[in-house]
T-cell receptor, first 114, second 112 residues
Framework: EAQVTQNPRYLITVTGKKLTVTCSQN?????MSWYRQDPGLGLRQIYY???????DKGDVPEGYKVSRKEKRNFPLILESPSPNQTSLYFC?????????????FGPGTRLTVT | GNSVTQMEGPVTLSEEAFLTINCTYT??????LFWYVQYPGEGLQLLLK?????DKGSNKGFEATYRKETTSFHLEKGSVQVSDSAVYFC???????????FGKGTMLLVSP
């Protein structure tokens, strides 16, 4: 089954404790992306990757890091989380950089930073 | 810059009612337009799309027509079901760009 998986699904942590949210896709997609979803603000892109070792900032990259060492994986790293990073995070992938292709989303990771 | 404006929700309807969710956009050039749907507890899924003026996207009884003159892409369904209760996102991607710009989403609640 074609899917995007994220782990963990739920995470409660404290300010300053480094964490990683993993994302993996099994569709051999070139393009992967991270979004955060906040009430009243909709989805905002954090980072994206056009292919292995190619990453770029989205609209709200501050406080986040990503890496793309393998085609299937695109982890999101918060090196020093702060309460304003409490949010619902989605990983997504699609065939290539052309947004015409359907974007597949993971189930989401709900992060709370206290 | 690029932006998408959707009507605020929630939109509350009874089963079998007619649905319209308004979406207007601002973009350079001629963007592709999309509707994505998010069911409770899940990620977004593509519902339909259109890539040029007067194109009509359709899927699962939902329709939207790309109106260049009014820069709109309103979502419609003739008869909603309880299972259509979800959050609906309008989105655009300008020609030649890789990023999707989403609206804030409109929640639809359908009661039996």
């Amino acid at each position: 089954e074609a899917q995007v998986t994220q782990n963990p699904r739920y995470l409660i942590t404290v300010t300053g404790k480094k964490l990683t949210v993993t994302c993996s896709q099994n569709m051999n997609h070139e393009y992967m992306s991270w979004y955060r979803q906040d009430p009243g603000l909709g989805l905002r892109q954090i980072y994206y990757s056009m292919n292995v070792e190619v990453t770029d900032k989205g609209d709200v990259p501050e406080g986040y890091k990503v890496s793309r060492k393998e085609k299937r994986n695109f982890p999101l790293i918060l090196e020093s989380p702060s309460p304003n990073q409490t949010s619902l995070y989605f990983c997504a992938s699609r065939q290539n950089r052309d947004a015409y292709y359907e974007q597949y989303f993971g189930p989401g990771t709900r992060l709370t930073v206290t | 810059g690029n932006s998408v404006t959707q009507m605020e929700g929630p939109v509350t309807l009874s089963e079998e009612a007619f649905l319209t969710i308004n979406c207007t956009y601002t973009a350079t050039g001629y963007p592709s337009l999309f509707w994505y749907v998010q069911y409770p507890g899940e990620g977004l899924q593509l519902l339909l799309k259109a890539t040029k003026a007067d194109d009509k996207g359709s899927n699962k009884g939902f329709e939207a027509t790309y109106r260049k003159e009014t820069t709109s892409f309103h979502l419609e369904k003739g008869s909603v079901q309880v299972s259509d209760s979800a959050v609906y996102f309008c989105a655009l991607s300008p020609l030649g760009y890789s990023t999707l710009t989403f609206g804030k989403g409109t929640m639809l609640l359908v009661s039996p």
